[in-house]
């Protein structure tokens, strides 16, 4: 009798678990910033004591952490074992793909900051050839991916920089936090994690209107 009340109440919180569960994009600390039939850009915000709902990666992501050093825990019900991939210098950015098997979880903050994310799910399924990696000294070539290339871009003591037209689409996330006025393709990035998405076709020039280091995600849709 024992073993069969103890059989119903692992089944019913498994049976809980599973209802609950969302798509990443549904989930209410996931907040869909643009979608466009390339990307769907969620900004993620969690504040502190705060817990995310159990929900479902299940899309190619580019995750970008802009709150790194914000203790955070999570309940993990399933995922793949090794689908994550980032250089050991660059953990704050990094590609998943979960082609094998999705990623179902929650996530909860145990600071006192805010915790602060960038998920881009990568929706296209249509890839293009694109143009080779850029080759400038401010791009570091991060990772190489199906659906996506990504950079890390430092701006120290650089004016004003500017990239040709380019194959591929490009989204822009501001990774740091300063006085310094950004302006790309005439856009204002003001402070960490506006972005600017640039259509395929278009050239990329950044000025950069201080002297403090100002860094970026750099990312070019296939």
Same mark, same amino acid.
């Given at each position: 009798?024992?073993?069969?009340?103890?059989?119903?109440?692992?089944?019913?919180?498994?049976?809980?678990?599973?209802?609950?569960?969302?798509?990443?994009?549904?989930?209410?600390?996931?907040?869909?910033?643009?979608?466009?039939?390339?990307?769907?850009?969620?900004?993620?915000?969690?504040?502190?004591?705060?817990?995310?709902?159990?929900?479902?990666?299940?899309?190619?992501?580019?995750?970008?952490?802009?709150?790194?050093?914000?203790?955070?825990?999570?309940?993990?019900?399933?995922?793949?074992?090794?689908?994550?991939?980032?250089?050991?210098?660059?953990?704050?950015?990094?590609?998943?793909?979960?082609?094998?098997?999705?990623?179902?979880?929650?996530?909860?903050?145990?600071?006192?900051?805010?915790?602060?994310?960038?998920?881009?799910?990568?929706?296209?399924?249509?890839?293009?050839?694109?143009?080779?990696?850029?080759?400038?000294?401010?791009?570091?070539?991060?990772?190489?991916?199906?659906?996506?290339?990504?950079?890390?871009?430092?701006?120290?003591?650089? &004016?004003?920089?500017?990239?040709?037209?380019?194959?591929? =689409?490009?989204?822009? !996330?501001?990774?740091?936090? @300063?006085?310094? +006025? %950004?302006? &790309?393709?005439?856009?204002?990035?003001?402070?960490?994690? =506006?972005?600017?998405? !640039?259509?395929?076709?278009? @050239?990329?020039? +950044? %000025?950069?209107?201080?002297?403090?280091?100002?860094?970026?995600?750099?990312?070019?849709?296939?």
């Amino acid at each position: 009798m024992k073993n069969l009340v103890r059989f119903i109440l692992v089944f019913s919180g498994l049976h809980s678990i599973c209802l609950a569960q969302v798509p990443v994009s549904k989930e209410p600390r996931h907040h869909n910033i643009l979608e466009n039939g390339h990307i769907r850009l969620l900004d993620v915000h969690i504040p502190p004591g705060d817990t995310t709902q159990i929900h479902i990666h299940a899309t190619p992501s580019v995750f970008v952490i802009l709150t790194n050093k914000v203790k955070v825990g999570s309940q993990v019900i399933s995922e793949e074992k090794r689908a994550r991939l980032n250089t050991g210098d660059n953990e704050n950015i990094w590609f998943e793909g979960f082609y094998k098997q999705p990623r179902i979880h929650r996530v909860w903050n145990i600071d006192t900051s805010e915790y602060h994310v960038m998920d881009i799910e990568l929706t296209n399924k249509n890839f293009i050839v694109i143009d080779s990696p850029i080759s400038q000294p401010a791009f570091n070539l991060l990772f190489d991916e199906k659906p996506v290339r990504a950079y890390r871009l430092s701006m120290l003591n650089i &004016v004003k920089l500017t990239v040709p037209v380019r194959k591929a =689409d490009i989204l822009v !996330i501001r990774l740091t936090d @300063s006085e310094n +006025i %950004i302006r &790309v393709n005439g856009k204002s990035l003001l402070k960490m994690g =506006d972005y600017i998405y !640039i259509p395929s076709g278009k @050239s990329f020039e +950044i %000025i950069n209107g201080g002297d403090s280091k100002n860094e970026f995600g750099f990312f070019e849709l296939k």
